[in-house]
């Protein structure tokens, strides 16, 4: 954009060592519900990852030295602060990456809110081993600190509230670190940035670099002085930051896609089972990593659920995020919509029935909104469980429901992908929820509903979904070196 047009744009800064510093270049962020670009975000290198790095650094022996009361004062002073601040952060999240309004203000901010509190908690609460060998006349203890810098990479799709998933337990621990948000996502982080001052977060303890993967992405994974990395995203990405931290030997935590599926038995609650089932398809247009995107229905139930989740999907809204009333917003990028229309193109091109939604129904749009990144809840029947629909991570506000007969062969088609992040199981038949939760190759299963999450236990995936687990335990370990001590007496 020419300068006359850019003076109108928010223009964001990168934070470090508690001021914010400009960028010599900048690339261009879209809101996606218009199609226009509305925010400018640093195109950070490897100059502003140094001078990011070198602050947390020099922060790091006072914040470690802190005791985990202190710092636990000031994430909760932080939570008070950004909810505070909510409405402007939820108009804020649901503009930048076009999700609801409603969603960004029940589920995003108050969230990451929860973060804070919950991490500034859980610290308190940690015990460290004690073990006696009377017979050696020794004692051996454990003793557990803080590692150093942590580098935390995280996602367009719940900006703030993954941003702060990751810097909670970090800092908590008496990490500083040096983070990079999403280049298309990068608002509500800055915001965060201007309330840590206030709510007594010393100066390099947290530092925000803006920027692309590529560029700041790659400095940060490459810098000798980051001992540890933290992200969520593709797992194509997460295979560079493998191969990139391999010769520095850094401890990871890879938080990747899925392929989720949903497994109806034909004595499922379906009162229950379809309007969490069209949630946990289309929530934040499908862009969740949880999402569900494999739907398998027992054959004796398939076409009347097939009837009943059509009828339900068909009443959710598309349309202006920012009004109430909308269920689906935006999604986050031209190319991203290019890329889930393609996946639709693709499974009507093998035979599949598109149901309802993309190329079937009509999406009539506000006269602001015409241009934006818009697509209408979509669902796929009769796909081939080898179709790329069926293995490849879509992120977008599209399922695939097929038939099954038995037990034994759905447990065998659910695993058949290289994801294992997530799965639901419906059904009213205890034995049969334990086995086939057993069964499945997942790091989470739901039975008879989804998305319910308790922080104190660990959330993670198994194959192609990820490395480690986070949550108040995993979160706690992986963030602090532990070191066994003895003692002969």
């Known amino acids: 954009p020419t300068m006359a047009h850019s003076k109108a744009l928010l223009v964001l800064e990168n934070f470090i060592g508690g001021k914010f510093v400009p960028c010599s270049s900048y690339v261009d962020s879209y809101n996606p519900s218009t199609g226009d670009v509305y925010c400018r ?127 909670a337990p970090a800092i908590a621990c008496g990490n500083t670190v040096v983070a990079k948000p999403s280049e298309m996502t990068s608002v509500t982080a800055w915001m965060m940035c201007k309330l840590l001052e206030k709510a007594g977060v010393p100066p390099g303890v947290v530092n925000v670099v803006f920027g692309r993967g590529a560029k700041a992405g790659e400095a940060l994974v490459c810098h000798p002085d980051v001992p540890l990395i933290s992200f969520t995203g593709s797992t194509l990405t997460a295979q560079r930051i493998t191969e990139k931290s391999a010769p520095h030997c850094k401890r990871l935590s890879l938080e990747l896609g899925g392929k989720n599926p949903a497994i109806i038995f034909d004595d499922a609650d379906l ?90 129904d009509p999406l009539a749009l506000p006269p602001g909104n015409q241009k934006g990144y818009f697509m209408l809840p979509t669902i796929i029947a009769e796909v081939k469980d080898e179709s790329c629909c069926m293995q490849e991570e879509i992120f977008g506000p599209v399922t695939c429901v097929v038939a099954f007969d038995t037990e034994e062969e759905v447990i065998k088609r659910a695993n058949g992908v290289k994801y294992g992040l997530a799965a639901t199981v419906w059904s009213g038949n205890v034995g049969r929820v334990h086995r086939v939760a057993h069964r499945l190759q997942s790091g989470l299963v739901w039975t008879n509903c989804w998305l319910v999450r308790d922080l104190n236990l660990p959330f993670g995936g198994m194959k192609a979904s990820g490395i480690g687990r986070e949550g108040a335990k995993d979160s706690y370990e992986f963030f602090t070196e532990v070191k066994t001590i003895t003692i002969k007496h």
């Open 41 to 167: 975000v640093p195109d950070s290198g490897k100059e502003e990852v140094e001078a990011a790095v070198k602050a947390a650094k020099d922060a790091f022996p006072i914040w470690s030295s802190k005791s985990p009361l202190e710092r636990s004062q000031i994430l909760n002073k932080l939570a008070d602060l950004i909810e505070h601040d909510l409405e402007a952060f939820a108009q804020a999240e649901s503009k930048d990456q076009g999700k609801t309004i409603t969603f960004a203000r029940t589920v995003d901010i108050p969230r990451a809110v929860h973060n804070f509190r919950f991490f500034a908690s859980s610290i308190l609460h940690h015990v460290t081993e004690c073990t006696e060998m009377p017979i050696m006349g020794c004692v051996h203890y454990t003793s557990r600190a803080p590692v150093g810098v942590a580098g935390l990479i995280s996602p367009w799709n719940l900006p703030l509230y993954l941003l702060t998933w990751k810097i």
């Open 271 to 360: 009162g229950q089972c379809i309007p969490t089932t069209v949630r946990s398809s289309f929530a934040n247009q499908g862009e969740i990593c949880l999402c569900t995107s494999r739907i398998f229905v027992q054959r004796g139930i398939y076409s009347e659920f097939l009837k009943r989740f059509v009828e339900e999907t068909k009443k959710w809204k598309t349309g202006n995020p920012s009004d109430p009333t909308i269920n689906v917003g935006a999604l986050i990028s031209k190319e991203h919509l290019e890329k889930v229309r393609n996946y639709v193109k693709k499974a009507q091109a093998e035979g599949a029935r598109v149901l309802c939604g993309e190329g079937v």
